[in-house]
């Protein structure tokens, strides 16, 4: 998904009766545009995660901007929480995950590594399709690629 303008109903005015809606305007940014990120490489991880029954299923996020909800999945179960903006700072809460019995012991460490980094990022930083969600030491906890 490219950088798109989103109208969006802001506000309701009440004139005897009547109500009218108005429009305006925001700019959404990535990441936090719904775009879906390919999530790349994991701190302290010596290789990049591989995709897992194919190239269907591959580690991922994303933010809906509109409920501020974060989802995606590691290679085998699925992610789910909330998340707040502020400048570049950005903080991800109440993740909650599937249990799924995975096939390899590679994959379901690498998805508990995901979903525990996920609760210690403190901010982001964006170059391109490039994503990386940082610790409070500014380290990069989770590089994504820009996937759609």
């Not at 719904?34 to 299923?57: A, H």
């Not at 789910?80 to 799924?100: A, C, L, Q, W």
Request: proline fraction near 3%.
């Amino acid at each position: 998904m490219s950088r798109k303008l989103f109208t969006w109903i802001i506000g309701l005015q009440i004139v005897i009766g009547n109500i009218y809606a108005f429009a305006q305007t925001v700019k959404i940014k990535p990441p936090f545009d719904e775009s879906v990120w390919r999530i790349e490489t994991l701190y302290n991880q010596p290789k990049t995660i591989q995709t897992y029954q194919g190239e269907r299923n591959y580690a991922s996020i994303s933010f809906n901007p509109y409920t501020h909800r974060v989802t995606g999945r590691g290679l085998c179960n699925k992610f789910m929480g909330k998340f707040e903006k502020h400048n570049d700072k950005v903080t991800i809460r109440d993740v909650i995950t599937t249990h799924e019995t995975c096939l390899s012991e590679d994959v379901n460490t690498q998805d508990d590594r995901l979903f525990n980094y996920l609760k210690s990022v403190q901010s982001y930083s964006i170059h391109g399709k490039i994503l990386r969600l940082k610790d409070a030491q500014n380290h990069s906890l989770i590089i994504a690629r820009w996937a759609k």
